[in-house]
Structures are given as structure tokens and as C-alpha cells.
């Protein structure tokens, strides 16, 4: 009897536990829900877009709340109540339209609440001050005259009403930010962009964007003369030979292509390893320094005669068939063999190493979103992060990657997109395009 009664009271000890583990674990338990902000929301303008979620590992969620005020005034943005099925976890994203709920620019104050199961009522709260902003802000074009060759560069200046977060132009679907820069004490916007050598036969759109702390965006066109420009189109011939001399060089450096016939290395490396190398360079160019660290006309290979010119469109020819398609996006020079290759202008070495097709490849930042490129060298002089002056050694000229013969390939790229390097030789066309553009009076 006296063992039935320990085994008793031990019994109603462990579900009393059980019990009490169970009520402070769920209905009973202290802890309060999680309100987490997806977003630093400090600004409410016209797509402004509210990600908010919350949870709560206990005893689950309740209801959740999320009202703005104004003038003392709460409008519900909303309102959640949680039933049925516990719910541990709930995201909410909520459009805000600041029109259709009365809201005029100034101070508001943004709350969101959320409480939970328990019997206790736990509860959190999230309370900020933002600024409603539903205005737009305006566009000053500053160089409305903007002649431009397909495949060539552009360059404009504006002004905004109002500070931005984002702005820049928008060539079709090519986005290219701006820069701030200070033109007769007052603060601009700088952009390169590039026209697409396509351009030739099929006139783009140029627009502008400016985008504020709201997300309130303007867009406006801009106008520009087209240029004339015709780019040449070539049969390359891809002998055996050629294929023996430099697919071994892309199967070292990719093995998975060992055993395959060299005609289909090829197609690989003109293929999926050129796209796989653009999208390579165009992430190295998506930092720029934020100033301009270039002067006057940049250099011309010394001494060297043009094998290719930019925007050529080739045809590969192997067999009497075609076995694939480029467009020639720089100019090759030759000279002599291991020529002294010199930074065409200032700036800053972002890229220093092999890249696939360009061989080993050196990459300048020039500030505000331009670039230069020098590609099959045989060696290279520079590393990166190193600054460089212009006609400062960067290596010797040679045949890695997919290269002929010993020659520079050469390049200019702005926002990422290649552009015709023959413009940026020319004194007059920085003159005209850049130089004079600058000297805007307002």
C-alpha cells in the first residue's frame, strides 16, 4: 500500500510538471512576439511598400496591427487576427498609398503591434517617425544637345529639385547611375552611358531617371541626334591549326572540356565562356570610383597598326561552315612582339589576372563608371588596387586567350557596356562630348 502511494503521488508530481511545463511553453509562457522590419523605412512616398513580419515560438500569434498617423489622426494600413490553426510566423507586405489615405508631405508616425496566445497577453511594438513624401522630384537637363554615334558614348548633366537616393540613364534596358559632382558651386548629376552599336538600324530610347526617399521616380527623354555609323562584317577562317595552337590553352583551364573534339572547344569558348566572361566584367564594373581620375586624350598604342576595328561582326568559318558569331567590342593593335603596353590614362587597376578569352587581362577605373581594358598580354606589370598614371607600364603584349597572333586587344567600357575606344582618342570628341558639356552656366 505504502509503494502504491509513492508511485501515486510520484505520477501526479511528473504530470504536474508535464503540466506546468506544458502551460509556461505555451498559453502561460512570458516571452513577447517579434516585430521585424524588412526594410529601413524612413521615407512614405507613391511605391512605398511596407514588409513587415511577425512571430512568436510560443504560444503563437494573436493579432497584428500596422497604422500610420497623422495630425493625430491613425489610418490602419492592417489588421490580422490569428485563429484556427496556430500560427508561429506571418509576413505581411503592405502597399502604401499616401493619396488614398489623405496623407500630406510632413512628419507621420508609423506604428505596428502584434500580440500573441497567452493568457497573459504579451505584446510588442514598433513605433517610428517618418517622413511623408509624395512630390516627385523634378529634372534639369543641362545638356540638352547631344549628338551620338551607335556604339558610342554619351554623356550628360542634370540637376534634381530635391535630393535622390537613385538616378542616372536608361538606354532601352541598360541602366547607368549617375554621380554626384559640384558644376559653378551647385550640386549635379554626372552620367556616362552607351548607345548600342544596334543603334545603327534601330534608333533607343534615352531617359533620365531621378528616384527619392519616397520611391516617388521621375523619367524624362532625352533628345539626341543619331550619327551615322556602319561596322564591318567578316568571314573568319578557324583552321586546324588554329584549333591546335590555342584550344589546349582553354582546356587547361577547363578540364571538364578534356577528351571533347577541339571544333567543339571552340564553340565552348566563343560561346558560353565569351558570356560567361562579359558577365565577369560587367560585375567588375558595377564599382567606379566616384570621381573623375582621368586627364585629356587617352593613348594609342605606340607604333601599332589596327587589326580589328571595334563593333566588327564575324562570321567563323571551319569546313566550309559556320560555327558561330561575335562582335569584335574593342580594337586590336600590333606592333612588335612583347611590346610595352601603357595605360592609355589614369586611374586605378580593378582587374589584374586570366579572364578566358581576353587571356591575361589588366582593367582600369577611370572614375564615374569608365573603364579600360588590355587583353592577351603575355605578362603583366600591375596588381590590383594600384594606381597607375597614364603611360605607366601595365605588361607586354602577347597571345593568351583567343588570340591569332602577338597583338593588344583594347577596349573602353562604360556602366559595363563596351563602347568605340576611337572616340576617346580623339581630342575634339572629349572637346565636344565631355570638356564643353561641362562648362554649363545655370
Excluded at 547611375?177 to 552607351?194: E, G, H, M, R, W
Excluded at 559556320?322 to 611590346?339: F, K, P, Q, R, Y
Aim: contains cysteine; hydrophobic residues 40%.
Amino acid at each position: 500500500m505504502k509503494t502504491y502511494k509513492i508511485y501515486f503521488i510520484s505520477t501526479l508530481a511528473i504530470l504536474a510538471c508535464l503540466l506546468s511545463w506544458w502551460f509556461f511553453a505555451t498559453i502561460g509562457e512570458f516571452g513577447k512576439p517579434q516585430i521585424q522590419m524588412m526594410q529601413d523605412i524612413r521615407s512614405i512616398g507613391q511605391r512605398t511598400v511596407l514588409e513587415v513580419t511577425f512571430s512568436d515560438s510560443g504560444s503563437g500569434l494573436k493579432s497584428s496591427t500596422i497604422t500610420i498617423s497623422q495630425d493625430n489622426q491613425p489610418r490602419i494600413l492592417s489588421t490580422l487576427q490569428y485563429k484556427g490553426k496556430k500560427t508561429n510566423r506571418n509576413a505581411v507586405s503592405i502597399p502604401v498609398d499616401p493619396v488614398a489615405l489623405k496623407l500630406h508631405d510632413g512628419p507621420a508616425v508609423l506604428t505596428i503591434t502584434a500580440e500573441d496566445q497567452a493568457v497573459w497577453k504579451n505584446s510588442a511594438s514598433i513605433t517610428r517617425t517618418v517622413n511623408v513624401d509624395v512630390v516627385p522630384p523634378q529634372i534639369f537637363l543641362l545638356t540638352p544637345v547631344n549628338h551620338i554615334n551607335p556604339g558610342g558614348t554619351g554623356m550628360l548633366l542634370f540637376r534634381t529639385s530635391k535630393p535622390v537616393t537613385a538616378s542616372g540613364a536608361r538606354v532601352d534596358d541598360r541602366i547607368f547611375p549617375s554621380y554626384p559632382v559640384v558644376i559653378n558651386n551647385k550640386p549635379c548629376q554626372l552620367v556616362y552611358f552607351a548607345l548600342p552599336a544596334q543603334a545603327a538600324s534601330q534608333k533607343g530610347q534615352i531617359k533620365i531617371y531621378a528616384r527619392d526617399q519616397g520611391g516617388n521616380e521621375t523619367v524624362q527623354s532625352v533628345p539626341y541626334l543619331l550619327l551615322k555609323k556602319k561596322f564591318r562584317n567578316d568571314k573568319m577562317p578557324t583552321s586546324d591549326s588554329f584549333l591546335q595552337q590555342k584550344m589546349p590553352e582553354f582546356v587547361a583551364q577547363h578540364p571538364a572540356l578534356a577528351g571533347k573534339p577541339l571544333i567543339d572547344v571552340f564553340i565552348y569558348v566563343n560561346g558560353a565562356l565569351r558570356e560567361e566572361n562579359f558577365r565577369t566584367i560587367q560585375t567588375i564594373c558595377q564599382k567606379s570610383e566616384p570621381r573623375q581620375l582621368w586627364e585629356g586624350t587617352f593613348l594609342r598604342m605606340k607604333d601599332a597598326a589596327p587589326m580589328a576595328q571595334f563593333g566588327d561582326h564575324r562570321t567563323y568559318v571551319h569546313a566550309g561552315k559556320n560555327i558561330g558569331e561575335s562582335t569584335h567590342l574593342g580594337v586590336d593593335l600590333a606592333s612588335t612582339a612583347n611590346a610595352t603596353i601603357e595605360a592609355s590614362n589614369s586611374g586605378v587597376v580593378v582587374y589584374a589576372g586570366y579572364l578566358g578569352i581576353y587571356g591575361n587581362m589588366v582593367m582600369i577605373d577611370h572614375g564615374f563608371g569608365l573603364f579600360s581594358l588590355y587583353a592577351h598580354l603575355s605578362s603583366i606589370d600591375v596588381k590590383n588596387g594600384q594606381a597607375v598614371k597614364k603611360g605607366g607600364a601595365l605588361g607586354k603584349s602577347g597571345l593568351t586567350g583567343l588570340a591569332g597572333g602577338d597583338h593588344l586587344h583594347f577596349s573602353i567600357l562604360v556602366g559595363g557596356q563596351f563602347v568605340n575606344p576611337t572616340e576617346w582618342w580623339d581630342p575634339h570628341w572629349i572637346q565636344d562630348n565631355v570638356t564643353k558639356k561641362m562648362e554649363v552656366s545655370f
